[in-house]
């Protein structure tokens, strides 16, 4: 048997790109590689998006991922996501724009 991890944090642009191909229903949180004071506190939070959202999307051209300031926290369970999240300081928003209908 196959087991995947819950929680997946992609360390390259490939391997982003392919689990939202693998998983086009998933969920991704972005969030800062390293949370600290150098960031305004506006920018120091964690947005929950559905794999598919166009913010977050690997297909968009040159946009770093996870290889700039960046992390993707990808999961196919909602749960699993806010509870890796509810391990860091900074607080969880949800994406306005994806449409976002969990649970
Ligand atoms: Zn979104």
């Known amino acids: 048997m196959h087991i995947v991890p819950v929680v997946e944090l992609p360390k390259t642009e490939k391997a982003y790109r392919e689990w939202v191909r693998a998983y086009p229903d998933g969920f991704v949180i972005n969030a800062l590689k ?3 004071d150098r960031w305004p506190s506006s ?12 913010r977050i999307s690997p297909a968009t051209p040159k946009r770093l991922n996870v290889r700039g300031h960046t992390i993707k926290a990808c999961s196919m369970t909602p749960l699993a996501l806010t509870t890796w999240a509810s391990l860091r300081s900074e607080p969880l928003l949800f994406c306005c724009r994806c449409d976002m209908h969990i649970g």
């Open 34 to 36: 390293e949370p600290d």
């Open 43 to 54: 920018m120091r939070v964690m947005i929950f998006h559905r794999a598919d959202c166009m």
